[in-house]
């Protein structure tokens, strides 16, 4: 990878292969997934095979929804069985008009996340077609200004100096999940002689004392940790970055915005300006924080990536806020979002949680974000709050990296527990309404909020 400044910057990516073909037959072609185009700006893609241009088309009709992303590969002459081929892949990325979670990029810094930016080689579309292994190894070239400052995936083995740039090598191993990168021209605030504090990367210097802020930012991660898993043992304490061009994408709306990446939070300028030590920063990052856990780390189907992918973050933060606070917080947080919840139904028809997505009307995406981090909570309060963050830390270790949805967290969370959990999924998911019981056991404290 090496990002190349100017009016337009980019980021350039070059993908080395060695190949083999394991199956039983001759292969004439493979399929291989690339980052969308209006999302990352993908342009000139170029494929090479044992050193020839390989030509590159559209897949079949029946396969595009599935893989709307990938295109087909010509294998000329044809793979052989037990051949070795080298495989080389070029193309840009640029910067799209909504800089998010997966993609950021600018003339000071950029990031990429750890999905949909790098080239994925597809089995063979037939029957007991093996999946493509990972190497044990994987080497990881990070090409950018000798100014800016670093952070990816895998285990740093190297930096050299290359004229005004520097390359930056990360070894990755078999086991360690796919890479993200996060680079800039930073300046580093950390507690001084504290190493256990977050640290902040930021476009200029602080304003304030990062002390308390990064201390309260930790404490979040190593809740996270505790109740839901490590989430990388190359990753020692969290990074807050900032990264001006960084917009939300749930609500869409101008102003303060994070988003996760896999070594901490992103935060764009707006955020900065609430103060790194305000509570509705510090809400900011923890949701953020969270979204690694749940929706980075797990990747949520699309009729769960608001009830999982937003309501469980939206949950951590109460079992975070609770791990510090007690559990008159707790209360006081589900009351919160139980008031939240009665004022959005009143804006508009109330959707089922479990069907509800991304493409509905904002209107109905706020009933259901401001019902799903309850649906976790009544589910403590029937079953204990051990044994469901325990189903939730298992899903997280075995599915990491992977689509879950709701059929997946319900078997973690029957295993963890050892209910039947139909009731309170169905109840939940495919009703309306809050539950009497789950009302009023909260009503009270509702009551006071305006």
């Not at 951590?316 to 209360?331: C, F, H, L, M, P």
């Amino acid at each position: 990878m090496q990002f190349v400044d100017g009016p337009a910057p980019e980021l350039r990516i070059r993908a080395n292969f060695t190949l083999k073909n394991i199956g039983n037959g001759e292969l004439k072609f493979i399929d291989v997934e690339f980052p969308d185009e209006r999302v990352f700006g993908r342009k000139y893609l170029r494929a090479l095979m044992d050193g020839r241009e390989a030509a590159l088309s559209k897949l079949p009709e029946e396969y595009l929804h599935d893989a709307p992303n990938s295109l087909r590969m010509v294998v000329e002459p044809v793979w052989g069985h037990k051949q070795k081929r080298a495989l080389l892949i070029e193309y840009t990325l640029s910067s799209p008009a909504d800089s998010g979670a997966r993609i950021t990029l600018a003339g000071n810094s950029f990031h990429l996340g750890f999905r949909g930016w790098f080239p994925a080689l597809q089995p063979p579309k037939h029957l007991l077609a093996p999946y493509p292994k990972r190497p044990d190894k994987t080497m990881l070239v990070i090409r950018v200004p000798q100014d800016f400052l670093v952070l990816s995936r895998g285990t740093p083995v190297g930096r050299k100096q290359q004229g005004n740039e520097a390359e930056h090598r990360y070894l990755l191993r078999k086991d360690d999940l796919a890479p993200y990168v996060v680079a800039g021209r930073y300046t580093e605030s950390s507690t001084q002689g504290k190493s256990s504090s977050a640290i902040f990367w930021t476009l200029g210097p602080l304003k304030e004392d990062p002390a308390a802020a990064g201390d309260r930012i930790a404490t979040a991660w190593n809740v996270l940790q505790t109740d839901f898993g490590p989430l990388d043992k190359n990753i020692r304490v969290p990074h807050v970055v900032e990264c001006a061009v960084l917009r939300g994408h749930i609500i869409g709306e101008e102003g303060p915005a994070s988003a996760p990446f896999p070594g901490g939070a992103l935060v764009n300028s707006e955020a900065l300006t609430l103060g790194i030590g305000s509570e509705a920063f510090l809400e900011l990052v923890t949701h953020a924080l969270a979204h690694n856990w749940f929706g980075s780390e797990l990747y949520p189907t699309s009729d769960a990536a608001i009830g999982m992918g937003e309501g469980l973050p939206d949950y951590a933060t109460i079992v975070i806020d609770e791990a510090r606070n007690g559990s008159a917080v707790r209360q006081q947080r589900i009351s919160k979002r139980l008031h939240e919840y009665d004022a959005a139904v009143k804006q508009a028809v109330e959707k089922p949680l479990g069907v509800t997505t991304l493409l509905d009307p904002r209107e109905q995406r706020h009933i259901a974000r401001a019902k799903a981090p309850l649906f976790f909570i009544a589910l403590e309060d029937a079953y204990g709050e051990a044994p469901v963050r325990a189903g939730l830390n298992r899903l997280v270790t075995l599915l990491r990296g992977e689509e879950v949805g709701y059929d997946d967290l319900r078997a973690a969370l029957e295993e963890s527990t050892g209910k039947n959990l139909a009731e309170p999924f169905r109840t939940w998911l495919y009703g309306k309404g809050i539950p009497k019981d789950f009302r009023s056991r909260y009503e009270t404290a509702n009551e006071t909020h305006p």
